[in-house]
Structures are given as C-alpha cells and as structure tokens.
C-alpha cells in the first residue's frame, strides 16, 4: 500500500468502520469508507456545491412541500435502510447502501443549502431553493456526473473516485461547520468571510483527529488494513 492509499485508509477510520464487505471496489480496489458513507458524503457535498457553494444566483427561500417530501422521503429510505439491516431484518448490497446514502445526503443538502445561502451569503428569502430551473438543472448535472462514477466503477477511475470522494467528505465537514460559526454568530453583511472560512477548517482538523483517537481507543487499536495485494495492481 502506497502512502496515500495508507492515509486515506487512516483518515477514513476516523468516520467509518470501514468493513470490507461493505466496501466499494473498483476492480477490486477499495475506497476508504463505506458505500453509504461514500453516498452521504458525495451527494450532500455535491448538492451543496450546485444550490449555495458555486452559485452566483443563490436561493435561501423555504423549499416547496413537494420538495421537502422528496427531501424526507430520502432520509427515511436511508433510515429503513440502515436500521433494517443493522437489526438483522434483512440484508442490504453495497449499491442499495450507497442509494440510500446518496438520497439521504441529498435530501439533508436541500434544506442546508437553503439555511447556508441565508446564514453565510446572506441571500433574499424571498426564492424558494429548487424552486427554479437552474437549480433543478445543477442538480441533475451534478448527479448524472458524480453518481454513476460509483456505481459503474471503472477501475481505471479508481483514483478519481478517492479524490472526489475525499473532498466530499472534507468539504462536507467543513461546510457544517462554517455554517455552525454563522448561526453561533451572525454574520454582518459588511464582515468578509476570511477568518470564519479558516476557524471552520481548523475545526475540521480537530473534529478528525479527536475522532481518529477516540475511536481507536473504542476499538483497541488503528484501523484494520485491506491486504497490500488489493492495493499493489494501483497505477
């Protein structure tokens, strides 16, 4: 295993149990969480990144009923799907893992990406998120882009699914807690966003290590490493 394979596998302990069987592999080559984590992580990022992160136009409005039962419909399939299988009631497939992470990550996005346009960009309330055509287009091009990448898997894309997936999950983290800061404290309209943008990096850095520490002291030791040879054929 090659450093950067090693310290994503570290970094990925720090969120994930990383089971093997319950691993995304491409050609055999795991990712460094797992595939309901990879869902959750890649969708809500990506969502986020399409309604409030790279948007010009941003909507902070309340999203339509029909919208927020979309929204609630997909965090309850991730519900049922995670707490069916950990009771034993049935057994979930890694692709049904990572739909219903997926669609649990983006129906949180659409209500955090409304609350971030008002909390941090300080946007008009006045439009509803997704209640526009743009918005429902960014949606479904970040979708048919990022989604099918983990649900085909390509081998020969396996190093650009850990990037992806790596900024997703950092970005993730750090968007929480950029928007924790301006509900805490309220950003003034004239206030640049500079020291915030830092202070919610840095607390990404604690939250991780103090996870990676606290969860190798519930496990007894660091995580269980995939044998090299799945990581030996890496180009």
Do not use: K
């Not at 965090?75 to 299988?85: P, Q, R, V, Y």
């Not at 309330?125 to 882009?145: A, H, N, W, Y």
């Amino acid at each position: 295993m090659c450093l950067w394979d090693r310290w994503l596998w570290e970094l990925g302990f720090a969120v994930c149990h990383q089971r093997t069987d319950r691993l995304l592999s491409f050609g055999g080559r795991p990712l460094f969480v797992c595939a309901r984590d990879t869902g959750m992580f890649v969708a809500f990022f990506g969502l986020l990144l399409a309604l409030s992160l790279l948007r010009r136009e941003r909507s902070a409005g309340i999203p339509s009923f029909a919208t927020i039962a979309l929204c609630v419909a997909g965090i309850l399939f991730l519900a049922w799907d995670g707490l069916t299988s950990y009771l034993g009631w049935r057994e979930s497939t890694n692709l049904l893992r990572f739909l219903s992470g997926a669609t649990g990550g983006a129906g949180l996005a659409v209500p955090v990406s409304a609350l971030m346009n008002r909390e941090i960009w300080l946007e008009d309330t006045s439009r509803r998120i997704m209640g526009g055509g743009r918005d429902i287009l960014f949606v479904s091009v970040v979708s048919l882009v990022a989604l099918p990448l983990y649900i085909m898997r390509p081998p020969s894309l396996f190093r650009v699914a850990q990037l992806e997936l790596l900024l997703s999950m950092l970005g993730t983290f750090w968007s929480l807690n950029l928007l924790l800061i301006c509900l805490l404290r309220p950003r003034r309209r004239e206030e640049a966003l500079r020291a915030r943008i830092a202070l919610a990096f840095l607390l990404l850095v604690l939250e991780l290590a103090a996870s990676y520490w606290a969860h190798r002291l519930l496990a007894g030791g660091g995580p269980l490493v995939p044998p090299p040879a799945l990581f030996g054929r890496l180009p």
